[in-house]
Structures are given as structure tokens and as C-alpha cells.
């Protein structure tokens, strides 16, 4: 198994200098291909720019999560007798890279993915995870996991916020002798709670607390839902608008990974919006006063995201390439960037 979190060796100002600026360039000139909208829920198709690669038939340098898994290039397990938040990986031939919300299911629980992670072939990565199903925790026998789908995009910005704040105090709290650990753990309490709610708004009550019971759960709804926002040729990321405003901004190294992971996507930007819906029937949140965010939302997101890039917060993914954390004036998020180029971002609207 690749050597615990804390003695990963910690990038060269070189790569983290190399790092920021692939970042910088990737959403710098990022444009609006395509808007579509139903029911109140917007999707943007994102442009590349010239730092994105490839057309949507290109062959990818690596293997996505879903498609390993089924085809038995990457295995997922519990870590001996099982520890909620960490899993291995354990990779065969091809590097495999798995995104930050991907869900694991099996094992002893359900887990959601903390962070973007670049696998390199032939190896055993420990993974981040948090638990999605409070009351299970399976004492026989853990077979390994399957793929599960993509966690929705307000649970996933609650997360990566959690992560971020979380390496800011390890960064903050370091000294020489005792360097910055570089764990990427999220609030397992808080997101439990946050299950608890989504249970309640839906009427739903699992006998595990599972939030992919409550996916479950919607899916006839969310279906046809879904149906309505076919992928555009070319694009390379998304923007997410819900409830009137802009929430998220998904941004992949090639077209092809993002006409590969359309559909999981789409399906993460309807559970947010249907839970939205939940949310304002219930009293929880205020109705929209329009169902599309302003034309300028765009733009102000990825500027406040391009002005946070020199004070990102840095260290070694563990992976291989270089984890980013940005946070500034209403814009949070990551990006995982390897030799110089940006693998996966991933923006998200905060309250100031």
C-alpha cells in the first residue's frame, strides 16, 4: 500500500508553481457552448479552451471509475477489518482516475469519493471516503465494491467545502516539526445530518439511512428529467444552476471524459434540483424569484475562482499530481492536476 498520508513528499515550488498556472490557463477563456433549461434546472456546456485535449472519441490516457470497475481493471476493498473513512484501490494495467463524488457501494457501507484521485497503474492507493449509510456497518465477510453513481452536486459542495476547510486548519497549524498531515477528510457528523434532512424532505426513511435509498427514491421522477439535456459535441464541462442561481462548475482535461461521464453528471444537477424542490416546499429554503441564473453568473464565478488561484492551497494527492483547494469571496473547490495538466476542477457557489 502506497506510504500514509503525512510522509507523501510534498511538491516542488516548480510543480506548484506549474500547477496553478495550468489551473489558471484551463478556466481562463472558459465559454458557454449551449444553455439548457427544464423545470427550473440549468445546464451550461462549457467550451474548452486550448488547454483541454481531445474530441469526445478520443482514446483516454486513463480508465474512468465506472468503466474498471466493471471491466476489472481497478478493485475496490475495505482496509482489513474495515475503517469508514479510508478504502484501497488496488489498480491492474491502466491508470484509473475516479472523481470527487463518485460513490462506492457494498462493503460494510456505502462511501462517497472526497477528492479527485489520478490511479497509477499496478499499484494500492488508499482512498478518502466518507459513509453514506449511517446504519450498516455488514460484520461478515466485505466483498470488494461496485461503482455506484454520482453523489449530487449540494451534497458534494458541502463536502468539498468541509475538505477545504479541514486542510486549511492542518495548513495553518503545521510547523517544520510537525508538517501539515495532508488528510482529506470531511465532516462524517455533518453529513449524516445532512442524509437525516434529505430522509425527512422526502418523506423517506431508510432502514440503514442510505442516501442512495433517497436517489432511489426519485428516480421515476428524475428519469425523464434527465432525459431533457442531451450532451453537445465538443463540450468539456458544465455549469450547474439551481433554484435561480449558479451552484457549480465542472471542468474535465478532455471532451471525451466529459461526453463518458455526461449521463452521472446529469443525474448529480437533477437529484440537487429535485432536492431543491424539497427544500422549498418544506420551508427550508426560499422559492426563486426566476428560474435562470443572471447572464453574468458565469463569468463572476470562474473570476472569483481565477483570482483565488495564487493563494490555492497545495499539496500531494494521494495519487499522483498535485491537489489545489481555492476558496475565495462566494467560490470554493479543487482541482487535480498531474504534469502540468489539469485533470478534473470542480467550482461551487458559497454564501459570503
Not at 199 to 213: F, K, Q, Y
Not at 255 to 271: C, D, K, N
Not at 281 to 299: K, Q
Request: glycine fraction near 10%; hydrophobic fraction near 45%.
Amino acid at each position: 500500500m502506497d506510504d500514509a498520508a503525512h510522509s507523501r513528499t510534498l511538491p516542488t515550488p516548480a510543480q506548484v508553481h506549474a500547477a496553478r498556472e495550468a489551473l489558471r490557463a484551463a478556466l481562463t477563456g472558459l465559454q458557454p457552448q449551449v444553455t439548457m433549461e427544464r423545470d427550473g434546472l440549468v445546464l451550461i456546456a462549457l467550451e474548452p479552451t486550448a488547454t483541454i485535449q481531445g474530441a469526445p472519441g478520443a482514446v483516454l490516457p486513463y480508465l474512468l471509475f465506472e468503466q474498471a470497475v466493471a471491466d476489472g481493471a481497478v478493485e475496490v476493498h475495505e482496509i482489513g477489518t474495515g475503517t469508514v473513512p479510508s478504502v484501497t484501490a488496488s489498480t491492474k494495467d491502466h491508470p484509473v482516475v475516479i472523481f470527487a463524488g463518485d460513490t462506492i457501494t457494498g462493503g460494510k457501507q456505502n462511501r462517497v469519493i472526497n477528492i479527485s484521485v489520478w490511479l497509477p497503474a499496478d499499484k494500492v492507493t488508499e482512498l478518502p471516503v466518507t459513509c453514506l449509510e449511517l446504519g450498516r456497518w455488514d460484520p461478515g465477510f466485505a466483498a470488494r465494491f461496485g461503482a455506484g453513481r454520482k453523489a449530487d452536486y449540494a451534497l458534494r459542495s458541502m463536502m468539498s467545502h468541509q475538505v477545504g476547510e479541514q486542510r486549511r486548519r492542518a495548513a495553518e497549524s503545521a510547523t517544520r516539526a510537525a508538517p501539515d498531515a495532508q488528510s482529506y477528510a470531511a465532516d462524517q457528523g455533518e453529513v449524516w445530518a445532512e442524509i437525516g434532512r434529505r430522509e425527512t424532505r422526502a418523506g423517506l426513511h431508510s432502514p440503514t439511512a442510505a442516501l442512495h435509498e433517497v436517489w432511489a427514491a426519485e428516480e421515476q421522477e428524475a428519469r425523464p428529467l434527465a432525459g431533457a439535456f442531451p450532451c453537445p459535441a465538443g463540450a468539456a464541462g458544465l455549469a450547474v444552476g439551481v433554484g435561480g442561481r449558479l451552484i457549480a462548475l465542472e471542468l474535465f482535461d478532455h471532451s471525451a471524459t466529459l461526453a463518458a461521464s455526461w449521463a452521472r453528471l446529469v443525474e448529480s444537477a437533477v437529484s440537487a434540483h429535485l432536492d431543491h424542490k424539497r427544500a422549498v416546499a418544506a420551508g427550508a429554503t426560499l422559492a426563486a424569484a426566476h428560474h435562470y441564473p443572471d447572464p453574468g453568473a458565469l463569468g463572476r464565478l470562474v473570476g472569483r475562482a481565477v483570482a483565488a488561484v495564487d493563494g490555492a492551497l497545495y499539496g500531494p494527492s494521494v495519487g499522483e499530481g498535485v491537489d489545489l483547494r481555492l476558496a475565495g469571496p462566494k467560490v470554493a473547490g479543487s482541482a487535480l492536476v498531474r504534469d502540468g495538466q489539469v485533470v478534473h476542477v470542480e467550482l461551487f457557489r458559497v454564501e459570503a
